[in-house]
């Protein structure tokens, strides 16, 4: 990589299966809170029965991969913001799109007063980190 490059790089949210399947009601299933289980503890979806095989992230390890790296000025930031397993229920429940709605608006908005608070970030279920390759 040139000195002075950016990446980007996608990771998901160890929590993500959580907030999906409770907004979509299927938490309630035990095959799935088995799943959900093993995916908290291990940050591995092993992929065998649905998705993919893939490695879950917390927002500082993602963070901390980018940094071992060799990037600077590291920063992740949530993708969906706080509030977008909410709307995601509240679509799934009413059975009715909220893209023009109030509650769409402030999902939309809550994500950008979220992304300096670290903690934040484990409310979202995709994560972006960007770094620079030192000059």
């Given amino acids: 990589m040139k000195p002075g490059g950016l990446v980007a790089v996608a990771g998901i949210n160890r929590y993500a299966s959580l907030f999906e399947h409770t907004a979509f009601a299927h938490l309630h299933k035990e095959p799935l809170r088995q799943s959900i289980s093993g995916i908290l503890a291990t940050q591995i979806h092993d992929g065998k029965k649905a998705f993919t095989t893939a490695y879950f ?53 809550a994500a950008r007063p979220a992304e300096p608070y670290p903690d934040l970030l484990a409310a979202s279920s995709r994560l972006l980190a960007v770094g620079r390759h030192p000059i």
């Avoid at 600077?72 to 893209?99: F, I, M, Q």
């Fill in 57 to 109: 992230h917390s927002g500082e390890q993602l963070h901390d991969e980018v940094a071992a790296a060799g990037f600077d000025n590291t920063a992740v930031y949530g993708v969906e913001g706080p509030a977008w397993s909410l709307l995601a229920a509240t679509e799934r429940h009413t059975r009715e799109p909220l893209r023009d709605s109030p509650m769409f608006e402030s999902a939309l908005t």
